[in-house]
T-cell receptor, first 113, second 119 residues
């Protein structure tokens, strides 16, 4: 079992550009959540996807959007990148909406210059 | 609403001595509580979880935590530190989302405690 896999591992973008990050959940998991971890901080919840719909959302602007595919994989899109969007983006998967145990990927390190 | 406060940003211990990482939480609903560990340049690994069963929870690598509702605390302990325990530790709370609905989802993390273990 490969666990939760994220791609790419590192990314450098210019301010104002758009970026797409990808996540494949652990085998058998149908719920995916995304988190932003700024340097020296704890992860912050962005949103959660289940059955291809956004189910919960944290306090992030509309520039952050997502998608879940029928195979449960997910994408995180960020438009009009700001320097402050530089962070480690973590994807977590769980068995279903009512399951409390989340498994995390290694993350994508995004640097905005 | 839910929140987590980790009372120490850094903890330093000697190898073989006990470890105590402190965490207080706040939650509007019956919470589930977790401790995750993050080694440098690695993802988050679940150490242990409390989900309204036994209040003393045992996890991996000899760690355990006790849920104390009266004190709203969930401190992480280990009797004897090992060099490989050096990492950042996060206390996390979650509860039923959407105004008491059945779904969980949003994990709320503390700011983290960096554990240093000296030889």
């Amino acid at each position: 079992d490969a666990g939760v896999t994220q791609s790419p591992t590192h990314l450098i973008k210019t301010r104002g550009q758009q970026v797409t990050l990808r996540c494949s959940p652990k085998s058998g998991h149908d719920t995916v959540s995304w988190y932003q971890q700024a340097l020296g901080q704890g992860p912050q919840f962005i949103f959660q996807y289940y059955e291809e719909e956004e189910r919960q959302r944290g306090n992030f602007p509309d520039r952050f959007s997502g998608h879940q595919f029928p195979n449960y994989s997910s994408e995180l899109n960020v438009n009009a990148l700001l320097l402050g969007d530089s962070a480690l983006y973590l994807c977590a998967s769980s068995l279903d909406l009512d399951n409390t145990e989340a498994f995390f990927g290694q993350g994508t390190r995004l640097t905005v210059v | 609403a839910q929140s987590v406060t980790q009372l120490d940003s850094h903890v330093s211990v000697s190898e073989g001595t006990p470890v105590l990482l402190r965490c207080n939480y706040s939650s509007s609903y019956s919470p589930s509580l977790f401790w995750y560990v993050q080694h440098p340049n690695k993802g988050l690994q679940l150490l242990l979880k409390y989900t309204s069963a036994a209040t003393l929870v045992k996890g991996i690598n000899g760690f355990e935590a006790e849920f104390k509702k009266s004190e709203t605390s969930f401190h992480l302990t280990k009797p004897s530190a090992h060099m490989s325990d050096a990492a950042e530790y996060f206390c996390v709370v979650t509860g039923k989302g959407n105004a008491g609905g059945t779904s969980y989802g949003k994990l709320t993390f503390g700011q983290g405690t960096i554990l240093t273990v000296h030889p």
